[in-house]
């Protein structure tokens, strides 16, 4: 596996950490980045570090329920957004299919509060979270992306921090909408 941001890469690759000292990925690692970096600007959600536990409880809040996790831990926050960031331990739900849903251990994830559930009575509870389902796996202090067609680099999370989720970082062009479509943009409007 290719490993970016070591003591050799790291040197020629940090400098004034923006963009333009970004190091070369493969253009499959370089959309799942910026997809990454897109829910950040675009979505207000904020990139962190989190050790997923290895047991699923039922997360029952006010008339939300669903599984997931109780006791999630923020490890290090990346790319934080004003009121999206997550306390030290948290409730996240798990995800939407089985395919989307994280295993145990360590990943990079975009999360967003996704549920302050007002119990009947009204108190609001614990506030339970959710994630984005573009996440990483994360391995020692790299996060590793794979593609599709099987290519994998590990990336030094301090560097995807100071490139790929800096301010000026690309995200992924506005979505296109069909003729007759709406959008949440206005025209002419910037959507980061």
Partial sequence: MPFFGGSTTMAAASGSGSTGSMPELPSCVQAQL?????NVKRYGQSAVVVDIPATKVPLVDGISAGTGWDGVR????????PGM??????KLWDGVTPDTDLAPGRHLVTVFLD????VPG???GEPVWGFNV???????DSV????ANGTQVALKLDLAATT???PDAPIDPPPTVPAGGSTPWSPGASPA
């Fill in 144 to 147: 590793v992306v794979t593609c």
């Fill in 85 to 90: 960031i997550p306390p030290t331990t948290f």
């Fill in 122 to 124: 009204g108190t609001y």
């Fill in 74 to 81: 923020t490890v290090q926050v990346l790319r934080p957004n």
């Fill in 34 to 38: 910026r997809t990454l970096n897109t």
């Fill in 164 to 166: 790929w989720l800096a």
């Fill in 115 to 118: 549920a302050s559930p007002k």
């Fill in 134 to 140: 573009t996440n990483f796996p994360v391995s020692g």
